[in-house]
């Protein structure tokens, strides 16, 4: 079997790794930025940490142990050649093969199928029951190129199955834990481990996983592995763009529905932003949104601003304006009360003669009276008699006086109370404007009483609009309030989406220029690898009319689909394969799917461990499974586990070299693998044991050895008659349909003895029998069969008796082949 198909291609002749970082560095069209995000994509697929200690292989099996490790108690024991080869492991179910197979798989990775399928709320019985102080595998290996083996050990260090470490122990290069061996992505490229589990998710899993699982084959898990990371950053982005793009028109429809609030008017201007001269928007005003969320009062304009002026408005205090008012009629009623009174009129007097010194101060040199016109009577004298009888009557008119400055006073003190704030409402203005202009009335009296008048209507016409402005900025805010909300998470997702667009382009073009690497790899590589496919198929499709055609794998680069096409036709009629195959040759399509993996020459892996692959496969599949991993075993190791007796028979009947050890389980878990090459010789020793044995009961010597001795001709006649079959061509189907419904060995040596493979008379066999065997063959036989009949049959010699029967099993098998006998 060839390993690998040849592709001369460009793009196969470096290794993965080295052809992108080649790729990627060439290319002029992708900015620096893109290809950063390709390299920490690519980065993520690296095998382990720290510092690597690379084993190139290929690496060998050899002794396997396996301790408290699930069905497996104390030590067990699988001796395995290191080299290329066939080895069965046969056994019952039940008997501990399963838990080998997987101790071998958890040895390497860490895990293994059946604990990788287990649902959520199952626990994951890993520790032996009977002895589950101590789990541990290990592996002697051989690495090509090294001069003695190495040595791959697990452990566990805790209760749960993950708490496990492996380290390999290499001559020459110490002890290193496994994860810097740099097996890591080789598991999963090339992965030498087959179990049943796997074998169905090969062809029953989802299309993306059965295109993955051909991909890691055709090595481009590293570029896949790389592609999900981006298609998650890029679903992370784009979700953030999408939610944006989402709650916006919510938002708009939200604001839009606050009504006449000056705030939703600047939140739709600020979310929009303004133009700039290349007539795109410059992004939203962030500044203006974040103050807008956070309450703080920005300019107001429009009904908002006016109804807040409205909602402080505060007219006059009447009580103050009151007592002003008070206070001003009182003082004014004492004013009223002076006049007509001696003070009065002492009052007036000095004011009229304070009036004519006045007048003779500033026409020093006029002394005629300016009333009377009479000459020389404003002299010095005049003003000297005119200043003290001046001084008399203010001291007899000091009541008026002090009534004048109260009211003088008064009125100041009512004018100061009216003074209005720096801005009054609209619906305001003419209260406010009546109240102002009571500042300009100088008669008391009438300021008296417009000034109360002007402060009643305006302080009621101040609680009026206040309160309907303070019921509607309650309603205003209230709608405010169920926006503010969402405005805030529309501006967290915007400016995210602003911070994150240059890394949104990087990544779209990393993603696709990936995309299109994979795709341009994948279709070079699939071609040699549907290839070999094929020539399994071929093998593994024994009388089935079932045609595989060339595999496919489909993926897009502008979606998520990944599929692997397998198409198939049934007498010349196309048809999907997974839907008109048995479940045989969907087995046998998922074994042709897998072996190419296994035997890719850039595997480390020297071996492929495989767990029962012959589950619902016919006979003759099973024939073509043994020459398939007879190949296969040409270039690996291979190491089948399996229940099934018909895959080392199948390998016999074709004269396939193979190793068969055989697994048996006793009690506590004791498990034991024993040389099982030879099941004719097992029979015989079973049969030459209960012979040699001192005092051993009539009833066993005549029944149980009888027995044994049948058991053993039996298995020689079948495989002989498969040897037949091999060479005449017979299907493999019929002939064990036949064996199956011969319960006789007379009958059954017809299939050994002749080619047509019929039941021949039973004379005629046993005359068959004669010329080939001697006389005392056909007798033999009889005494064999008789074991099973009430009376039995008791050989007088025991011993003797077994030698003959093995005398004639082995020239059953060996008869010369060249003459047409078997």
Known sequence: ????????????????????????????????????????????????????????????????????????????????????????????????????????????????????????????????????????????????????????????????????????????????????????????????????????????????????????????????????????????????????????????????????DDRALKALLAMDGREGRDGKGDG?????????????????????????????????????????????????????????????DAHSRAQLLQAALRHSDRHADDTACPVCGTEEVLGREWASRAEAQIAALLREADAV???????????????????????????????????????????PAELAERALQAAVTLADACEVVARKAGEELAAMDER??????????????????????????????????????????RDLRVDAFAEHTQRIWEKLRRQSSVDLKPVKMHGSEKATVRKLIMDVTVDDTEAPALSVMSQGELHSLALSLFLPRAANADSPFGFVVIDDPVQSMDPAKVDGLAQVLDELGRDRQVVVFTH?????????????????????????????????????GEAIDDAMALARTADCPDTALRHVLPSLCREALAMAIVEAAWLRRSRTGQPADRLQAAIDRTDRLIPLASFALFDDGLVHPDDDVKSRLRVLYGPDSTTLIRQCQRGAHPDGFLPSDPVAFVRKVEDLAHRIRKQDKKEGNV
């Open 284 to 344: 939203p005003d962030y500044a203006v949104l974040d103050a807008l969320i956070a309450g703080v009062p920005t300019a107001d304009e429009g009904r908002l601003r006016e109804a807040r002026l409205e909602a402080a408005a505060e007219g006059p205090d009447l009580d103050r304006v009151g007592a002003a008012v008070d206070a001003l009629r009182h003082a004014l009623a004492d004013v009223d009360d002076l006049k007509g009174t001696a003070a009065a």
């Open 480 to 521: 405010w309030r169920a926006v503010v909300d969402l405005l805030a998470e529309w501006t967290r997702l915007s400016r995210q989406v602003a911070a994150e667009k240059s890394r949104r382009t990087e990544t779209n073009a990393a993603l696709a220029w990936i995309k299109r690497l994979t795709t341009e790899i």
């Open 401 to 443: 006086r002090e009534a004048e400055a109260g009211l003088r006073t008064a009125t100041r003190a009512l004018h100061d109370l009216i003074l209005p704030p720096r801005e009054v409402p609209a619906v305001l203005g003419e209260p406010w404007q009546a109240w102002r202009d009571c500042r300009r009335i100088t008669d």
């Open 1 to 260: 079997m060839d390993a690998t198909p040849t592709n001369t291609h460009p793009s196969n002749a470096l290794p993965l790794p080295q052809l992108v970082a080649a790729r990627l560095a060439g290319d002029p069209k992708l900015t620096d930025g893109a290809k950063s995000r390709i390299r920490e994509a690519l980065g993520g697929s690296e095998d382990g940490a720290g510092e690597s200690h690379p084993v190139a292989g290929p690496v060998y099996l050899g002794k396997v142990t396996v301790t408290g490790f699930r069905g497996v108690g104390s030590e067990a024991r699988l001796n395995l050649r290191p080299k290329p080869s066939v080895t069965l492991v046969v056994g019952r179910n039940g008997s501990g093969k399963s838990s080998i197979a997987e101790a071998i798989e958890t040895l390497f990775t860490g895990t293994n199928a059946h604990c990788a399928e287990q649902r959520p709320n199952r626990t994951v019985r890993w520790r032996n029951l009977h002895r589950g102080e101590q789990t541990a595998v290990e592996a002697r290996l051989t690495v090509e190129g090294d001069s003695s083996p190495s040595t791959l050990t697990r452990t566990w260090t805790g209760e749960a199955f993950t708490d496990s470490q492996a380290v390999l122990r290499r001559p020459g290069h110490g002890t290193v834990p496994l994860e810097q061996v740099g097996w890591e992505q080789a598991t999963r490229a090339y992965r030498p481990f087959l179990s049943y589990v796997d074998l169905g998710n090969l062809i029953n899993g989802k299309p993306s996983e059965m295109y993955d699982n051909i991909a890691a084959i055709l090595g481009l898990d590293h570029l896949n592995a790389a592609a999900r990371r981006l298609t998650d950053a890029k679903k992370e982005l784009d979700a953030v763009v999408n939610a944006e793009k989402e709650k916006k028109p919510l938002l708009h429809a939200a604001l839009e529905d606050v009504g006449h």
């Open 644 to 680: 099934d007796t018909r895959l080392p028979h199948a390998f016999r009947s074709q004269g396939l070299p193979v190793t068969v050890l055989r697994v048996e389980r006793g009690e506590k878990s004791n498990v034991h693998v024993t040389d099982g090459t030879d099941p004719v």
